[in-house]
């Protein structure tokens, strides 16, 4: 399960947020909330 992350000063300056995708070894797919996803809610 991965949860929304928290704004973190990094190097290159404030991370608010992060790319959810997937790989199966050949293609790289970037999912994305439906709809109705509020701020804040679990990904699972």
């Known amino acids: ?3 929304n992350l928290a704004p973190k ?3 290159f300056g ?3 947020g ?7 070894g050949e ?3 970037i999912l994305s909330p439906d709809s109705g ?3 804040g809610m ?3």
């Open 9 to 11: 000063k990094m190097k």
């Open 27 to 29: 293609s790289l797919y």
């Open 42 to 44: 679990k990904i699972s």
């Open 18 to 24: 992060m790319i959810l995708a997937a790989a199966n």
């Open 37 to 39: 996803a509020q701020a």
């Open 1 to 3: 399960m991965v949860v």
């Open 14 to 16: 404030i991370s608010q």
